[in-house]
Structures are given as C-alpha cells and as structure tokens.
C-alpha cells in the first residue's frame, strides 16, 4: 500500500453578489482571518480615496461601473495568502449598475 498526501490550502475567492447598485452599501468579511481587498482602477465608494478595505465597515456604492477587486487573507498563525498571477480566482470583476453582473 502507499501513502497519498492531499494539500489543502486556503484561498481568498470571493463571493460577489449577482447585483450592486449606486445606493447600495457594501461590507467585506472574513470567517478565515485578518483580510484586505485592493480595488484596482477607481473606487466605486462615495469616498474615491477608498481603494483598500481591512474592516467590516459599511460601504456606499456611489459609482457605476466595473472595478477589479483583489482579496487576500491572514489566518491566525499563518502568513498572508491571495490574489496573485498564478491565484488569478482570489480576486475577480464587481459591476455596480443595472446590467452589470459580476463578470
């Protein structure tokens, strides 16, 4: 008989809703650890200057469009793991308007 090993890892994919729209508000968690999104190219937020989230504060949608977002999370005792080229699915498309479904 031999001895097989199967690698478990964590990894940070995110589950976007189907449906966001200017109005809407938005908050991020983590049952997994400490976590950071990173949206990339503008922020849909009524702060523009909100392009990093590490808390579960509540978010409102300001701005139509669509906007990468990359997710990363630090399970206790390990270190941080997420969106990178060869993770690509630890990250994905969010669309804020009508007929922009997640990607």
């Not at 999370?73 to 990178?84: F, L, Q, T």
Request: charged share 25%; with cysteine.
């Amino acid at each position: 008989m031999a001895e097989r090993e199967i690698k478990i890892k964590l990894v940070a994919i995110p589950v976007i809703p189907k449906e966001m729209n200017v109005g809407d508000t938005l908050t991020f968690s983590s049952p997994h650890g400490k976590f950071r999104v990173v949206i990339e190219h503008g922020s849909p937020f009524a702060d523009p200057a909100v392009i990093e989230i590490n808390d579960g504060r509540e978010l409102a949608l300001k701005k139509e469009g669509t906007f990468f977002c990359k997710c990363f999370v630090k399970p206790p005792g390990m270190s941080e793991i997420g969106w990178s080229k060869n993770d690509p699915e630890s990250g994905g498309f969010c669309g804020v308007g009508p007929g922009r479904p997640p990607l």
